[in-house]
């Protein structure tokens, strides 16, 4: 069974679990749809969302996050960094190597940068798009601590355990199974 007729039975099931739950209203010439219809449907309306913080609760963090920024700066090593960063009027303390960003920059940063950023894979193929509602799990390939696996103890990174974690991740990518 192909990936769309897959999709357009699970669609099929959920309608007549509807139609007998009878809360379905005014959406019977969905039911009708072409199977591409239907898995744009069901990718968008009955996938399941996790929001751990509100509206109001996101905006605080937002604007306390620009004030950090603004006030406290963050570090900053790479002398080609600090240089495009002072082209755009970034205020940098050069003995303390700490940049400083006012919330317009940021504003201004963030309108200019795509809504989504697809990766690819060696081959060139495009396997994930970030952004949007899509969900993405990272592995840690920006792990700065690992439990060592021999003592349970919790210790800096090495080049080896990002070697592990390499082949580990390519033995569970190349199995076939769904979870």
Same mark, same amino acid.
């Given at each position: 069974m192909d990936y769309e007729?897959?999709?357009?039975?699970?669609?099929?099931?959920?309608? $007549? /679990?509807?139609?007998?739950?009878s809360i379905l209203i005014g959406r019977f010439d969905l039911y009708r749809s072409t199977s591409k219809e239907v898995t744009k449907h069901m990718s968008s309306n009955l996938r399941p969302e996790l929001k751990l913080l509100g509206t109001e609760t996101i905006k $605080?963090?937002?604007?306390? =996050? $620009?004030?950090?920024?603004? &006030?406290?700066?963050?570090?900053?090593?790479?002398?080609?960094?600090?240089e495009l960063l002072q082209q755009v009027g970034v205020r940098i303390d050069l003995e303390k190597k700490r940049a400083y960003l006012s919330p317009d920059l940021i504003d201004k940063a963030l309108e200019s940068v795509p809504s989504t950023i697809p990766l690819f894979n060696r081959a060139g193929h495009e396997v994930v798009e970030l952004g949007g509602d899509n969900v993405c799990f990272d592995p840690g390939s920006a =792990?700065?601590?690992?439990?060592?696996?021999?003592?349970?103890?919790? /210790?800096? =990174?090495?080049?080896?355990?990002?070697?592990?974690?390499?082949?580990?991740?390519?033995?569970?990518?190349?199995? &076939?199974f769904i979870v």
């Open positions: 007729n897959f999709w357009t039975l699970v669609y099929d099931v959920q309608m $007549k /679990r509807m139609l007998s739950q $605080k963090v937002i604007t306390e =996050a $620009k004030e950090v920024l603004e &006030e406290l700066g963050f570090y900053i090593e790479n002398r080609q960094a600090i =792990a700065l601590n690992v439990l060592d696996p021999e003592t349970g103890e919790t /210790r800096n =990174a090495v080049t080896m355990d990002f070697i592990h974690l390499g082949r580990e991740l390519m033995r569970i990518l190349s199995s &076939e």
